[in-house]
């Protein structure tokens, strides 16, 4: 007796029993999707495992009804990656299943495309054959050809589809219906050749292959910018589809996928799919079908593209993986570089995290040995990194000593030279600020009114302030999506003394085009990216070198590979230096230095200029100078003292309603409770409201667990999560920010 555990899509964190009929038995295996009775009715639901007992009796098992004709079917070790994921992520397991799958596939309601092809006629009519020059064309092509879909078939033969129409009207040919897939692809690539590798990629490659063997399966290749990583990547993939596995390829940024795409395509060829969240419904359902019908040998993708359904995975790179883009915002909660860790365990695959800022939490694994460490120190094109300058912004924003002028707070004249400089020689520049928006905030010079937003607080009774992006004319609140037309007069008092303050991306481009009035001036961030071609369109036009000067935020600060940027500014270094954040100083460090990397990765030397009101600062000196060693014993004196990753798991517990009181209350109760599953190793902090206080109208209070041994804890946790609650929980093991 066959007996498979089925998982059905209501969130009852729990399989269900049920027969598999010997007619079905070798159609049913684990990761089957199936249809089963439920209740009085039908439903569909993935075998979680089969066996041969189970805890119902016999005569009250009821048989799996079918295995539906073309549906989906998770491979095994992806199905216990998903297990995994629920225990340790605090989720139900249908919630990780649901991860597993792009919803176009997980649905069944995208259907497979298809397309009309044309051939010769097993039996020409009797009649006349064709005398036109049209028609005579279409047979020759066919005879040549065999088979074609319609619109090739004009034109090869250089005629109308009516020529076509008529021919099989009249019986010279013959057509049937064909699946295809969706054509994601729009440009043709160069094919490239291995490069030969220097002698730090030689190095990392001789590694590669022993790993595994006499070294850990999980390489952190810690190089730094412009050292040549992605040829590290691109043969070291090369050896593992020679051994007939396949290979996943993550990237953090979806604006970074159509360049990384174009290299790996050029190597590679037909061997590469795509797998991100700019695909639409019908692009995904097929690349997940090509990958899962082993069509093709490599994925390359922004977080979900780790769950692509190989079944010989041989390899998991996880490129810029200190980036905490890589962090899953919905349940489960998961970090796309340790489920790789883990998938790359289950599988016997090798992974290899990329970076030159790791993540701490990779380069202590690494000096622990638990990583491969593996260092690159030198560009691989034996250009010279580029110089660094530091601009204190409290002397370049004051007026100027001999015309008594203002200045602008966010160009210095030192960069307002340099940009000045490159320009003439026909060289691209980046100006890097991350945030998005005209203005801060709304602010009455009358009666102090400061737009905000209702839904919204920073802190009690402190809305979160509005900010202002001119060129729609709107308020727009970040952190909810909330937006409303700017008022000319204060909503308040009515005075037209309204003063919009602070600064984005979008004033920084409008500051740009006063002082470059003949640059060519593009930005890229959120508001200007939300077509889904729009990254590559942006992206092309720097690379044809149809842009001056680039402007955007942290999605242009890493990965990008353009020899022509030999100037990188920073406009405010400490933007994110002082948030409320245990990991705020290793973001800010990451940001400049990655940002930085942009600049001088061709011939001409690079300069990057980095303006902040803190020079002093030491994660500002020490990310001017490229050290990180030195910053990470920097941050870390703190942090293993107190028990901050990576010297300890961290696990945030938040509670969120409209009702502060009971918001509160229910955060005492459950801190509480949960008081009997601590151990010495961790530490708990007491219930607090939230740095960014209220949401979307709701209150948001959280409790924080810090350190080791928190097995125990964790499943308390995830009993409470799945329960019904007074309030909304949400818990985020090994989260990226307390904000």
Known sequence: MAIANVLVNLSLDRGFDYLIPEALADKITVGAQVAVPFNHGERTGFVMNISDTSEVPPEKLKPVLSVPVNRTRIPEKLIELGSWMAEYYCAAREQAVRALLPSAVRQGKVREKTMRLFALAAEPPEAEPPKTRQQQ?????????????????????????????????????????????????????????????????????????????????????FGVTNSGKTEVYLQAIAKVIAQGRSAVVLVPEIALTPQTVRRFRARF?????????????????DQWNRISRGEVSIAVGARSALFAPFTNLGLIIVDEEHESSYKQSEAPRYHARDVAVMRGKLENAKVILGSATPSFESYRNALLKKYLLVRMTAAASGVNPPEVTVVDLKMAASPDAESGEARSPLFSPMLVNAVRERLAAAEQVILFLNRRGFARQMMC????????????????????????????????????GMTMTAPERCPECGSESVRFSGSGTEKLESIAKMLFPHAR??????????????????????????????????????????????????????????????????????????????????????????????????????????????????????????????FGHAILVQFRDPDQTKCAECARAVFDELKGCLNDAIIAVDPLPAPVERIKGQYRYQIMYRGEKLKRLRAKLRQIALRKNPVEIFIDADPQSLL
């Open 137 to 221: 064309s279409v047979l020759a092509v066919l005879r040549k050809e065999k088979e074609l879909p319609l619109k090739a078939l004009t034109v090869l033969a250089g005629c109308g589809e009516s020529v076509i129409r008529n021919l099989e009207k009249r019986g010279f040919l013959a057509s049937r219906e064909a699946a295809c897939y969706r054509e994601i692809f729009s440009d043709e690539v160069l094919p490239t050749t291995p490069l030969e590798p220097t002698a730090e990629q030689r190095a990392a490659l001789e590694k590669f292959d022993a790993m595994g063997k006499t070294e850990p399966g999980v390489m952190l290749l």
């Open 269 to 285: 060829g037909e061997k590469v799919s795509v797998l991100h969240s700019r695909l639409s419904e019908g692009e995904r359902f």
């Open 445 to 480: 010079e009358d009666c102090g009114y400061v737009a905000g937003c209702p839904e919204c607080s920073v802190s009690t009774g402190r809305p979160a302030a509005f900010t202002y992006h001119k060129r729609e004319g709107l308020l727009a609140c970040h952190m909810c």
């Open 521 to 646: 001036i593009a930005r890229m961030d959120a508001d200007t990216t939300r077509g889904a071609d729009s990254h590559e369109r942006i992206l092309d036009r720097l690379q044809r070198r149809e842009i001056d000067i680039l402007i955007g935020t942290q999605m242009i600060a890493k990965g990008l590979h353009f020899p022509n940027i030999t100037l990188v500014g920073v406009i405010n270094a400490d933007q994110t230096l002082y948030l409320p954040d245990f990991r705020a100083a290793e973001r800010t460090f990451g940001l400049i230095t990655q940002v930085a990397g942009r600049a001088g990765r061709g011939t001409a030397a690079g300069e990057v200029i980095v303006q902040t009101f803190s020079p002093l600062n030491e994660t500002i000196t020490l990310a001017k100078n490229c050290d990180y060693e030195g910053f990470f014993k920097y941050d870390c004196a703190v942090r293993e003292l107190l028990k901050y990753p990576p």
